[in-house]
């Protein structure tokens, strides 16, 4: 049978193109498709990047690519009940991470895999397969390609599992809701902020982030969606009153959103079966505390093995060979490290609760109102007593997540 | 200089989208008769939906920003979706 490529990847996000590259690097000769113009045109992070795994793949991306800014400012908000408000901020001058836009980013990442012998076909999306003994199919809206493996590089809402059958479910993802705005923070070129923000989605599960770059600054929340589906606002709602919540000045310069998967280590969908490799979004593969959000560095990790796993499946290994890498790198095991605070998450007192209590204990300990003033532990504990929660709980819950 | 709230189609106004002709929604509007609290007018971020004084819910497709959300939005499978051919194009993304 006649094959007109390897492998074909579909979508040219992050985790495509990365796999496009290590194909390349193994000696395939990959076909890539993708929806959007161009990269990233279709694609919305917040965006803060560990540029860990890119780092491995081009060694000098910090001098090449559109990074914004480097992340040296970690700011936490709480925002609790009565206008009480927590903040703290943790300095350190890293380049560990950078904010990003990925409409730039994406665009020039694809540009470099270009350089080095990629072909990617643009405005080209998959509508169907056939899946044959020997082969596969894939039906696009520019005509048949059919090949030995595919990599389902699509992003959260799996393309090529979705054809095969599977149901994407509520319960498993987030929404993003995203502004990028004209407020240019008073930093040095050289600092950038990532700030969570806690507090301001009440009623709804989630979190919301702020970051800067370069001459703009991204802001959103990331909201469960079936905490959507039985709440009582609109989506488009909650975003515009985060952003009075926070105060920020500045006009609104895009509009955007994106669904983001929820699954966690211990309800991750198969990372491979028939003759499909999937990653990053595709394949769940992204660690959320609920607050803070890590997919693009997965999404690229997950890529470069696929590249290297398709090669080795071709030349004969089997296909769990994948998820075999997936777990001796750092994708799975940062995944599997990070399953215990995934599950202390999904209790609810998480959502305003045990904010509201922490406020609460510390305007004991501030206001000096003639009575003696309680130790910090007194006030915390009156406090959670008096919230009806349950203090050791918290705490342990908490220790689960940090 | 905006600090209050700015209505939504003002902000989709800032998207740059080639518009088909053809709409990539399409809903059985005959389940939505019978649904209540309509909760696909929460989830999506673009408006897409919009309730009609007869029950049924009509979707204005050129608001769409292709988040995914339409996917899962209604629990009933009111709601078929497929990307469109063109669409929105981000600028910052
Ligand atoms: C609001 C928000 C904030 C986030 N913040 C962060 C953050 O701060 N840090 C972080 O690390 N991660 C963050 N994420 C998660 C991160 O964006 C994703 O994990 C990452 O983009 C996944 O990369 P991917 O390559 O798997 O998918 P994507 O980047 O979504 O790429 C998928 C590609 O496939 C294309 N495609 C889809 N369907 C088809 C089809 N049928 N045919 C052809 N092409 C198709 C798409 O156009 C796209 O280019 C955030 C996400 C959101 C929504
Ligand atoms: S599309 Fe679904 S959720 Fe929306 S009104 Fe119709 S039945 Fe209800």
Request: charged share 25%.
């Amino acid at each position: 049978m006649n094959y007109d490529a390897d492998v074909a990847i579909v979508g040219a996000g992050l985790g495509g193109i990365s796999a496009s590259i290590s194909a390349v690097k193994e000696g395939l000769n990959p076909i890539v498709i993708e929806r959007g113009e161009y990269s990233g045109a279709k694609n919305v992070s917040g965006g803060r990047m560990y540029i860990h795994a890119l780092k491995s793949l081009i060694p000098d991306v910090e001098e090449r690519a559109p990074l914004e800014r480097p992340i040296t400012r970690e700011t936490y908000k709480v925002f609790c009940n009565k206008g009480r408000e927590l903040s703290f901020t943790f300095k350190e001058k890293s380049k560990t991470s950078f904010s990003v836009l990925r409409a730039k980013f994406d665009r020039w990442y694809a540009s470099a895999a270009e350089e080095i012998g990629v072909t990617i076909s643009y405005g080209t999306y998959l509508m169907g397969l056939q899946e044959e003994e020997d082969g596969i199919t894939l039906n696009t809206s520019l005509g048949d390609i059919r090949v030995k493996y595919v990599i389902d590089a699509g992003g959260v809402t799996a393309p090529v599992a979705r054809l095969l059958g599977r149901n994407l479910k509520p319960e498993h993802l987030m929404l993003g809701v995203k502004e990028v705005i004209s407020y240019v923070q008073d930093l040095p070129e050289d600092e950038g902020e990532a700030t969570t923000v806690i507090g301001l989605t009440r009623g709804l599960k989630g979190g919301g982030f702020v970051y800067t770059n370069k001459d703009t600054t991204s802001i959103g929340v990331t909201l469960k969606v079936d905490s959507l589906q039985s709440g009582s606002i609109k989506a488009s709602e909650v975003v515009e009153n985060y952003r009075a919540g926070l105060g920020l000045r500045g006009d609104v310069l895009e509009y955007s959103a994106h669904l983001i998967p929820y699954y966690g280590w211990g309800n991750l969908p198969p990372l491979y079966y028939n003759r499909v490799l999937a990653v990053g979004d595709a394949a769940g593969l992204l660690i959320s505390d609920g607050f803070v959000i890590r997919g693009m560095d997965l999404a690229i990790g997950s890529g470069v093995i696929a590249g290297i796993a398709v090669k080795k499946v071709i030349d004969g290994s089997p296909l769990s060979i994948y998820e075999e890498m997936l777990k001796r790198s750092f994708v799975l095991s940062d995944m599997r490290k990070a399953w215990k605070a995934f599950q202390a998450l999904s209790n609810p007192n998480f959502y305003g609760e045990y904010e509201d209590a922490l406020c609460e204990a510390l305007s004991r300990e501030f206001l000096v109102n003639g009575k003696q003033r309680p130790t910090l532990i007194e006030a915390l504990l009156k406090s959670f007593y008096d919230n009806g929660l349950n203090f050791s709980e918290a705490v342990k819950e908490i220790w689960k997540i940090v | 200089m905006e600090n209050s709230v700015i209505p939504l189609l003002k902000r989709l106004s800032l998207n740059k989208y080639e518009v088909s002709q053809e709409s990539h929604i399409s809903i059985n509007t005959n389940i939505c008769k019978t649904c209540v609290e309509k909760p696909c007018i929460r989830v999506c971020p673009a408006g897409t939906y919009e309730a009609m004084p007869d029950g049924t819910v009509t979707a204005h497709y050129e608001r769409c920003l292709e988040c995914g959300a339409a996917l899962v939005a209604c629990p009933f499978g009111a709601i078929s979706f497929k990307w469109p051919d063109k669409g929105i194009t981000y600028r910052y993304g």
